[in-house]
């Protein structure tokens, strides 16, 4: 199996992860969200795809970001403890390391690119990753932070959130 073949499993893994997460949170607001980013592995694969087969393709940005960032602006009456329990918590930690692998794959990938279109593809195919990799790390930081803040707001330095 070569890096292009391997690279549209890892897709179609993730993507059927998201899927998965979809179905497990069909209560709440959170399986809009997964499967915005099941949608947003699809293509990736599709593109990977169409360059294995050496077939046309474009490079669309892709606004999945923005519509999952109005998926939370409207959760303000939205019930934390969905999105911050344990095995919830888990699950974005797992997205995580899915969307690292997706990087340090799409990294090798570029390095031992030798055309434009190649180059072109793995640094759009990390961007896109990128942006999931800071929805999913922005997640883990806001349910853990009341946690790991256990000394008095009055004393000591804290990054502004």
């Known amino acids: 199996m070569n890096k292009l073949e391997f690279a549209i499993r890892m897709e179609n893994e993730g993507r059927q992860y998201y899927l998965e997460q979809a179905l497990k949170n069909q209560d709440n607001a959170l399986s809009k969200v997964f499967n915005i980013l099941a949608d947003s ?22 606004d999945s970001i923005k519509n999952i960032k109005s998926v939370f602006n ?19 930690r797992l997205a995580v390391e899915i969307e690292e692998k997706s990087i340090d794959l799409y990294k090798d990938m570029l390095k031992a690119s030798d055309n434009d ?23 883990v930081k806001m349910l853990t932070r009341p946690e790991e ?13």
Not at 50 to 62: A, F, G, H, P
Not at 124 to 137: A, I, P, Y
Not at 149 to 161: C, I, Q, T
């Open 74 to 92: 409207g959760l303000k009456d939205f019930e934390a403890s969905t999105i911050r329990s344990a095995t919830q918590l888990d699950v974005y």
């Open 41 to 62: 592995e699809k293509e990736h694969e599709e593109l990977l795809k169409k360059r294995l087969n050496n077939e046309e393709y474009s490079l669309n940005e892709d």
């Open 149 to 161: 803040w256990v000394e008095s707001a009055e004393f000591g330095l804290r990054e502004d959130y």
């Open 117 to 139: 279109k190649d180059k072109e593809l793995f640094e759009f195919l990390l961007r896109e990753e990128r942006k999931h990799l800071t929805l999913f790390d922005e997640l």
